[in-house]
């Protein structure tokens, strides 16, 4: 999609997040037909008619149903259990040739743990931007460095300045 782009004149994207927000923001539906984006069911919004009472039993409805859903995913007992899971099919023992980014069709920079049991997402209090059932998490090893060069600061004074 990158070289398709430079070869448009527009400016590539860094990454497939930014690639996709970018396209569900365009307004024209045949520039977003062209875009090579295909989605992967990891929840649902609204819901009527049916109930579930944890995220699995929801992830494998989803699938049941025949929506695209992620094929790696566990149900973990407890911590331990989570370490474990991270250690061996995660990151597999920090072996980059066959951790969880190569096994998947599609880029990853992390991952998330979630709490399984909807009853308990309301007793756990949310974050400031993230729900707190939910944790994000990315190894180390997977973030790609970069620069932030800056070119030019601009000072002026407003009605909020100090």
């Known amino acids: ?4 782009l430079e070869a448009a004149g527009e400016k590539s994207l860094p990454n497939a997040r930014n690639a996709t927000a970018g ?15 295909s ?21 494998k409805t989803l699938a049941e149903f025949g929506f695209p859903t992620q094929k790696k995913w566990w ?8 370490l474990k899971r991270y250690r061996e099919d995660v990151v ?11 096994q998947l069709p599609y880029e990853i920079d992390g991952i998330v743990l979630k709490v399984n049991r909807y ?11 993230a729900p707190g059932y939910a944790v994000v998490h990315k190894p180390v090893h997977w973030i790609t460095p ?17």
């Open 1 to 4: 999609m990158n070289k398709k």
């Open 23 to 37: 396209t569900l923001k365009l307004l024209d539906p045949r520039l977003v037909a062209q875009r090579p984006v």
């Open 39 to 59: 989605v992967v069911f990891y929840a649902v919004g609204a819901c009527e008619g049916i109930e579930f009472e944890s995220h699995a039993e929801m992830l």
């Open 75 to 82: 149900l973990c007992k407890g911590i331990e259990e989570v």
């Open 92 to 102: 597999c023992r920090y072996d980059e040739e066959r951790d969880l980014r190569r």
């Open 119 to 129: 009853a308990d997402w309301g007793r756990i209090p949310a974050k400031t931007r």
């Open 146 to 162: 970069a620069e932030t060069v800056l070119r030019e600061i601009t000072v002026q004074v407003g009605r909020t300045a100090c």
